[in-house]
């Protein structure tokens, strides 16, 4: 009975500091573009806007759906987005808690190894993110295809799929390498298997399920399979496609970037390769997978153009470590305790660098104590210390240039599109921003010239200027002031600045290039 309400106690414990410490730091500081994407993207489909239909996207469809239903809930405001990814902090806090026990590991080490991740997973980011979310789900199929393997409780297997699935709506990849990953080890544990038929058939019953939820969600959602094939699936891919092209890896500077993430990693072949454990298969297959998980999670971090998020494998790395070396390696204590040292040493050192300094919104040299209130926006911002690296030295500056832009807009009376990267706009001026993106990355979010699929874009703008018989475009945001004439020749839009970041283009539809698709 002791022992039970311990345990109660320790995932109380988990919950309360995994949620407050990504709520916590996730109100210093933003990046507009990445801090706000899915707040917008939240806001349209709140609003009943339909991804790849009424905006182009590219990652993340099923993020847009979680938000609106925040928002429902709780209301479009900064305190509810932030919640949303407070709570999937503590969903795979207390999942890795419950991994690492089922793993061997006592409760102890459990809730410690589970503080220093959810120290390093979300709050390094803080806000809902494409790439978060997507590596959680495949965090949670992982540990269930590990446990199951471990434990030969298969029926963990129903889930896998499902999870997958969803992991996939959220992002591309790492999730589509996983689903490979997951198939060819869970194939080869299928023909070794003693009990093929239970393996069989709750495989097949989670397939079946995932294939269902998959239905439902576009059924529901009403997305067209050749949209969401268009620019999920062909476009996304070939951005994957262009970063792998150009991709020139440093391994020298990748050793050392990630070198606390390679002392454990290569501690655990050591472990496998210095042991009976390569006799067993159900252990060769668990050691395959965390070893692959970790790969898959470099591989990934290196395509991306995001500052570096995976240093959460640290501690789940280094438990599993600890695990196997307190069962076969007893003698050999003094290798766990220096693992455990560097473990404790990398995790304080990147909350320092990513939480305290807030590294990935690059901020990591800009004095945080300048920050203000982003309640002086709006009262939907409240509790937001807004900074932004642009407008470092006088993030004042930048609150009233986005509070005249604000102004200007609530007084246009005509149907106008907006094109910013502070996409919370729309949600204050309570207004269709009619962008056709929903977040604007030249080359990321949307295909420019030279690329395969830049036609089928801007035939996608122009149809959505025409059908929403938009006269007027404004861009706010001075990084956007070129981004028209990425797309259209100059003389299809007359341009006037309004402010230090805010230009109106009147749109000129007689323009034979707003019509020219090849």
């Known amino acids: 009975m002791l022992s039970k309400n ?3 106690l320790q995932i109380f414990f988990l919950v309360t500091f995994s949620f407050f410490i990504n709520k916590y730091y996730a109100n210093f500081g933003v990046e507009p573009m990445d801090t706000f994407v899915l707040y917008n993207g939240g806001y349209k489909v709140l609003n009943g806007l339909t991804p790849f239909i ?28 932030t919640i949303h990814s407070s ?10 808690y419950l991994f690492l026990k089922n793993l061997g590991l006592n409760n102890f080490y459990s809730t410690i190894y589970s503080l220093m991740f959810a120290t390093l997973m979300y709050p390094v980011v803080g806000t809902p993110f494409v790439d978060h979310h997507a590596i959680i789900f495949l965090l949670l199929s992982f540990y269930l295809f590990i446990i199951g393997i471990k434990k030969q409780k298969f029926k963990f297997f129903i889930y896998i799929p499902s999870i997958l699935a969803i992991g996939f709506l959220c992002k591309q990849t790492p999730t589509s390498y996983g689903i490979i990953v997951i198939f060819i080890l869970g194939l080869a544990a299928f023909i070794f298997s003693k009990n093929k038929k239970d393996m069989a058939l709750n495989t097949s019953l989670g397939l079946v399920i995932a294939l269902l939820l998959l239905f439902i969600f576009f059924f529901f959602s009403k997305i067209p399979i050749n949209n969401f094939f268009q620019q999920y699936i062909i476009y996304g891919s070939s951005i994957g496609s262009y970063r792998l092209r150009d ?15 390679f002392v454990p ?3 655990s072949a050591l472990i496998f ?3 009976q454990l390569k006799k067993d298969l159900n252990e060769t297959l668990i050691f395959i997978s965390i070893i692959s998980l970790t790969l898959i999670l470099l591989f990934h971090q290196l395509l991306t153009l995001n500052e570096n998020f995976i240093f959460f494998l640290i501690p789940i790395l280094t438990a599993f470590n600890h695990f196997y070396i307190s069962k076969y390696f007893s003698k050999k204590i003094i290798i766990k305790y220096f693992l455990i040292a560097i473990c404790v040493f990398s995790v304080l050192k990147y909350h320092e660098r990513f939480n ?25 911002l409240s509790g937001l210390k807004w900074i932004t690296r642009g407008y470092k030295k006088n993030p004042s500056f930048e609150l009233s240039e986005i509070k005249k832009s604000i102004s200007i807009l609530s007084k246009e009376q005509d149907k106008y599109m907006l094109i910013t990267n502070y996409l919370f706009l729309s949600s204050i001026l309570k207004t269709n921003d009619y962008s056709p993106n929903q977040w604007h990355h030249p080359d990321v979010s949307f295909p420019i010239k030279g690329r395969k699929d830049f036609f089928i874009y801007k035939k996608f703008f122009t149809d959505k200027l025409l059908k929403n018989d938009i006269s007027k475009i404004y861009t706010v945001g001075d990084d956007l002031k070129i981004y028209l004439s990425l797309l259209y020749k100059k003389e ?25 698709f090849s």
């Not at 009424?54 to 709780?74: E, H, K, S, V």
């Not at 991709?247 to 050392?256: E, M, R």
């Not at 305290?356 to 939907?380: M, N, W």
């Open 6 to 8: 311990i345990n109660i």
């Open 54 to 81: 009424d905006y182009w996207l590219t990652t993340g469809p099923l993020m847009d759906y979680f938000n609106a239903f925040f928002f429902f809930i709780g209301g479009v405001s900064w305190n509810t987005y």
């Open 87 to 96: 709570l999937f902090n503590v969903v795979i806090t207390v999942s890795t």
């Open 247 to 261: 991709f020139n890896p440093d391994l020298i500077g990748i050793a050392h970037q990630y070198k606390f993430i």
């Open 265 to 267: 990693l290569i501690t």
């Open 273 to 275: 390769f210095s042991s």
């Open 356 to 380: 305290e300094k807030r590294k990935f919104h690059t901020l990591e040299f800009v004095d945080l104590d300048l920050a203000i209130d982003a309640s002086t926006i709006d009262k939907s």
């Open 492 to 516: 299809c839009f007359s341009k006037m600045k309004l402010g230090d970041i805010i230009y109106k283009y009147e749109i000129n539809k007689d323009c034979k290039d707003l019509y020219e």
